[in-house]
Every structure is written in C-alpha cells, then in structure tokens.
C-alpha cells in the first residue's frame, strides 16, 4: 500500500505575511478533512519556510524546499543547503524541476548530486522527471524517463532510492492548463515503476511513490489518482489557494487504492 501524497509547490509566491495567511486558511480547511490516510506537503519559499512552519506545526502537515545546493556548508552564494531546510523544519525537498532545469540549467548530473546530498540529511528527495512537448510529439517520451532516472538515480542504492519519491511532470502540462490525460499519466508512471524494477527490484518498483504533476486541478484529481501507479500529486498554481488546494486533498483523501 502506496499512501498518497500531495504537494504544494508554491514556486516564487507568497511574502511571509501571504505564506502564513495561507497556511492558516489551509488549517482551517483541514481541519474539517480526514487526512491521515494522506501526505499534505507544502513547499513555500525559502523566506517564508519558518513562518509556516510554525503555522502548520502540530498539524500533521509537512513541509518541503524547492531546491538545494550538494555542499554541508561554504562560499556559495545564494544557496540553500540540504541542513538549512531541516533547520527551518523541512522534512522533504524537490529536485530537478523543469523550472530549474530550464532555466537555471539543472542537468541529469546536478539532479544526482542534490539527491544524494537530501538523502544524506534526512530529507526524503521528490525527484521530477518528464519530457518536452517536442520530445513527445518524437516518440522520446520513455527515452526522456529513461535518462532522467537513470541520471538522478546514479549510484544510489535500493535502500536509497525507497526513501524517495518521484514526480512525473510532463512539461507541456505545467502552469499550461493543459492536464496529461489520466491514460497518458498511467502510462508514464507504469513505465517509471518497471525500470524501477529492472534497475532496483520488485520491492522498490512496489514501494516507490510517483506523483504527477501538470495543471493537477480539484477537477481532475480523482481520475488521476485512480490510476493504479498514481500515488499522488505534486501540484503548482492550485496550490496557491486554501480552496483549490483543500479540494485537491479532499478528492484524493477519497480515491481509495
Ligand atoms: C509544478 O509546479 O510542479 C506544477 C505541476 O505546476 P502546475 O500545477 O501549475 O502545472
């Protein structure tokens, strides 16, 4: 049994003061939830990781950064490590998203060394992965994944890699309102759970949890998470507001798998 997690990746949003009155409107919804059968992440800036730390402490909610750098400490100007975020109450970290891998030219091989560097500090690493809208109108969507995990996962052993989570996020889905259909999900996340099994084995391919993400909406959530290797989702714009957001927590907390 995969529990599902949900994450709010709220990207380069919210002053402190916007942070903390989302996270308390994010309680109140909650509060009228069921979520113990279900992960709630929020990854806020850096700025605002404490504050809303302190929001959501006692909640069961966790919190999450959306980058680091691979060094313990040292002359790196305008990074983040791995000890700060658990320091400011981070229990997870995304690696590798597109948004970092486009425009802050993240590789295959920076993605490695920043999930090697969260697992060495106790934080539990969500990889992203996912192609291009040229890359699947190629046929190369596979090979994309195939590079991706590969890349990211160098190294690592199985005990590694169950303490991770993955997220499918095919690109053309994220902040375009265009959502991956639920077979196209399926079909990408059955493909990263069998290489999972030829690279690992069957207790990783079994054990690993895979979001998806991509313009994931309370509209869709159910459809989604219904699909056998959807165990959850890693959720952008959405995420920005206590309504939309509880939504997306409330649908998935109903999926049952
Ligand atoms: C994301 O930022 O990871 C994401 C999936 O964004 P959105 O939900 O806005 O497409």
Known sequence: ???????GNWKMYKTIK???????????????????????????PFTALSEVAEAVNETGIKLGGQ?????????????VSGRMLRDAGCEFVIIGHSERRQFFSETNESVNKKTKAALECGLTPIVCVGERLDEREAGKTFDVLRSHIEGALTGLSAEDVLRIIIAYEPVWAIGTGKTATPEQAQEAH??????????????????????????????????????????????????????SFSEIIKKASEVLK
């Open 1 to 7: 049994m995969r529990k599902i997690i949900i994450a």
């Open 18 to 44: 916007e942070a903390i009155e989302l996270s308390n409107a994010l309680k109140r919804e909650f509060f009228k939830l069921d979520t113990q059968a279900i992960d709630i992440v929020l990854c806020p």
């Open 67 to 79: 980058d680091l750098y691979w060094a313990g400490e040292g002359a790196f100007t305008g990074e």
């Open 190 to 243: 059955k493909y990263i759970r069998d290489l999972l099994h030829k690279l690992y084995n069957q207790e990783v391919a079994q054990e690993v949890r895979i979001q998806y993400g991509g313009s994931v909406k309370p509209e869709n959530t159910a459809e989604l998470m219904n699909q056998p290797d959807v165990d959850g989702a890693l959720v952008g714009g959405a995420s920005l507001k206590a309504e």
